[in-house]
């Protein structure tokens, strides 16, 4: 009972410093580190009202003998960290070790644990050991915190609601599973069960035991290398996407890190594929060397920086591209319909886990069933190439904005602006990427005003659109006039594609790239010049436009990355209609 008076003191100074537990999740984090590093294979969390009135973490690690289990509440008292520079090339979680006496200090800790052998129980309150004595002996460690912040009311007042606290332990557990996919973890709160994942060792498995059957029918495996990099994982189809970028999980060397570089690349790659406001649920693992990483910012963050990046995004951006290319297909309405309900945003998060409730029971019995129909719904990935060769016959129109169309596979919905739109984007794109651009004069010279500050950007630019057909001449004070512009502009449409150009031009300001703005353009001049809604065409203009839009690189969006086309397949009219009941 001597080790008591060594510690309170050192720990009443780590509280006032430490930001180490500042909520229910990073308790449940140094918990659960704890564990992994324990080599657990099963870790379960027991939360009562949202770790509020209780957090408890079992796991069948290794365990502590009893000298260990007294150690691990005094500082820096841990094994596992040697030195800082150790952070990423030792196999633990970070330097935490000061976790354990932070929590015991401001909280009541129970702690069963065993190596096998004679097993310790240890209870603390405040930091004081109230109880040190033996115990069973199955090998794993039970922890419990209960009273959180009990003496402490400044930090028990920054507690969050019990659903808000619920949500980041879920969040936090969820990104960890996908991380270990040869854990198992569960995750309870007041005993029900909300993340349950089976520590099968297949990533595939373990997103769709965390996202469920709609997002995991809707997987496509990546996998790439350059001479530093390793990446592996599933990115989801456009059809699935989520409003928040938090479902794009990246793990470096086995933990889930942030980096805004990685995001965006990832984002990126699905430029054009989707609306700019929603993204995909990727899981991506990058392996590499740890010498890369750079150890210098702070471990118990997940921002990290990582050398030799650019050569990284690019190859997370080409590989995800490709994949796209290769993969995509025209998104089934009744999958459309189904996925609407984008879940897991934080607001929804207690609709959600009561959901989760009511389906956990159904699913637990068929759980296994459930993952090899996932396997087998996987939709036949039909190369880019023969998608191209796919007819559609158009049927009619309704409200002179959706074109019904039918092939031998079923019932198309296209919306003729969005097609239209898909189809002059890549013409556009193209046009204004050529090297030579023929050039035709303007009928009447097309004068533009600007005011001086617009002026001086318009002029630093005239070489560049110069060489993509557009000449451009400086006529009096701010004034320019534009003498030739490219052929491939829209007839009757040229002055609006001109000046809209030169608006595009000067928005970028000194921020002007030339890449950026050739996509920009093509998007602008893409919308401006499509059909719009409620405009009748004809039967003929509507077959000429089907035609067209299946020759495109990606006939499944407009440019902004909405749908172009909602199939209805026989199979999908058939269950509509219950002509078939399964
Ligand atoms: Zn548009
Ligand atoms: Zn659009």
Known sequence: MSKINIMSENLANKISAGEVVEKVASVVKELVENSIDALASDIRVELVNGGLNGIKVID???GMDKQDALLAFQRHATSKLLKEDDLFFINTLGFRGEALPSIAAVSEVDLITSTGDVGTHVKIKGGKFLINEDSDCVIGTTIEVRNLFYNTPARLKYLKTEATELANCVSYLEKLALSYPKISFKLLNNERIIVNTSGSGNLKKTIHEIYGLQVSSKLIEIKASNDDYDIYGYICKPEILKSNRYHMTTIVNGRVVRNNEINKAINDA??????DIKFPIVVININTDPTLIDVNIHPTKQDIKLGKISALTDLIMNTIKEALY???LIPSALGRIEATNDVFTKNEINSIIEANI???QKEEQTELNLFSIAEEQVDVVKPNEEIKRIKLFPVGAVHGTYIIAENEEGMYLIDQHAAQERINY???FKALKESKTSTTRTLFPITIELNASEALVLREHLDFLNSIGFKIDEFGINTFRVIEHPTWLLQGYEEESIRRIIDLVISYGNKFDPDKFREG???????KMS??????????AMSELLDELVKTDNPYNCPHGRPTMIKFSNYDLERMFKRIMN
């Open 326 to 328: 290769n993969n995509l």
């Open 358 to 360: 009511k389906e956990e």
């Open 60 to 62: 069948n690690g290794t």
């Open 270 to 275: 699905y430029y054009t594929y989707k609306p």
């Open 426 to 428: 890549e013409r556009f």
């Open 531 to 540: 059909i719009k809604a409620n405009m009748h065409i004809s039967h003929e």
């Open 521 to 527: 353009a093509a998007i602008t001049l893409a919308c």
